[in-house]
């Protein structure tokens, strides 16, 4: 009786007001918080790397194979953490092999598939086969075994053969661009089409995921050049820097318009959801949305970004700064997506309550979990850098060998 008593004294003290039963534990925690995280920062990269292939801007080189391969190391781990939310995994796969066309996750795990296997693998393989079967010809041991088996052992690399994978990857590009759009805006489709939940419920949702992914994804990138260029000992393109800064700066004002857009719609209409929602937003979510997420996350990078518009300082200064401001960006989008996964959760649909929330350091849902599938993404980054290092095929673009 006396355990009895403290069990329900633990779970009382985690709610404030009146909520339903049901409302008081999560169903949703920080893996569904990476989720749309990991997958935002996928479809990121891959139109900054479009920026270069479709709208010609070859300013951008430098950082077009590494947007490509970083695009993919993260495509591989998007789905992971929900899998590992999953009551029982391993029935994963049943998703895909029984397919219920009414489902909403269901249709993304087809879009996800379109978008690694038919998108991102392709257009890897048409720019990089060329490349890889020189590579198999100059190296020995087991990296002559994978490039000789990632290029299907093709050998032709003549002028019409290569010729013919530039245009078929530029098709891909072509093509890769909406079912980007399409895979992320489908992410916030899933959440804006919960009706019952006023704090999801709105059109914008998908639009405001989709450009703040935007956001992430070339922020990473820019994060890894910087990194990457460090650690080579390289020369960075401040050229291509500044540009992606300037596109970074632009994409980051409509998302910040758009989500001011839907809060002021939301003051303006005022339902009877707008006062728990008010006391939310200023009350357990306020450090996450006011100050990690809007100011560090976008009032700073916006006006640091802005100004360097119109004042550039010393190619020093900007590195540092585009180094700090890229970091701030994925920690505002980061919280963005935990303020509505979260905080979507944290208030009772009576309208009259709220429960709590608290991550443990172990366990399915906890820190260290989160923490694998943020570092898994970076360890294959490295293992495709190792094998597909986009430097190197940058100084052999102008060697077309017969094999």
């Known amino acids: 009786m006396e355990n009895h008593l403290q069990d329900l004294h633990e779970v009382l003290s985690k709610v404030q007001g009146y909520v339903y039963p049901n409302e008081i534990e999560l169903n949703w925690s920080i893996l569904i918080v990476l989720y749309p995280y990991i997958t935002g920062l996928v479809a990121g990269a891959f139109i900054l790397a479009s920026l270069e292939r ?63 296997m038919v998108v991102l693998l392709l257009e ?35 002028p019409k053969a290569v010729a013919l994978d530039k245009k078929l990857g530029y098709i891909v590009t072509v093509i890769g661009v909406p079912s980007a759009f399409l895979l992320h805006g489908y992410v916030g489709f899933i959440f804006g089409s919960i009706k019952a939940n006023p704090w999801w419920s709105t059109v914008l949702m998908p639009v405001i995921f989709l450009f703040s992914a935007i956001v992430s994804g070339i922020a990473l990138v820019m994060l890894i050049y910087i990194l990457l260029s460090k650690i080579r000992k390289q020369k960075i393109d401040m050229a291509c820097l500044d540009l992606i800064a300037r596109y970074l700066f632009y994409i980051l004002l409509i998302d910040f318009v758009l989500e001011g857009l839907d809060q002021i ?70 919280f963005m997506r935990w303020n509505v996964v979260i905080g979507g959760q944290l208030f009772s649909k009576s309208f009259y309550g709220y429960t709590s929330f608290k991550i443990g350091m172990i366990g399915t849902e906890g820190y260290l979990m989160a923490a694998v599938w943020i570092i898994v993404p970076f360890i294959i980054l490295s293992f495709l850098l190792w094998l597909l290092p986009p430097w190197k095929k940058k100084d052999e673009d102008a060697d077309i060998q017969e094999v």
Do not use: C
Not at 90 to 97: G, K, P
Not at 295 to 320: C, D, H, S, W
């Open 265 to 334: 719609h939301r003051i303006y209409e005022a339902e009877e959801s707008f006062e728990v929602l008010h006391m939310l937003v200023f009350g357990k979510l306020f450090y996450t949305m006011f100050i990690l997420q809007g100011l560090l996350g976008t009032i700073v990078p916006l006006l640091t970004l802005g100004t360097f518009q119109f004042v550039q300082p010393k190619e020093k200064i900007r590195k540092a700064v585009y180094l700090v401001t890229s970091a701030l960006i994925l920690i505002g989008v980061f």
């Open 124 to 158: 890897i393989w048409f720019d990089y086969r060329r490349d890889m079967v020189i590579w198999a010809n100059e190296t020995k041991g087991i990296k002559r075994f994978l490039y000789k088996a990632l290029s299907l052992w093709t050998t032709d690399i003549s």
């Open 54 to 116: 479709i709208f010609k801007l070859h300013i951008l080189k430098p950082t077009y194979g590494l947007a490509l391969l970083t695009a993919l190391s993260f495509m591989l781990v998007a789905t992971m953490p929900l899998v590992s939310h999953l009551g029982k995994p391993l029935r994963a796969y049943e998703i895909m092999v029984t397919p219920h066309l009414s489902s909403a996750m269901a249709i993304f795990g087809f879009v996800y598939l379109w978008y690694l």
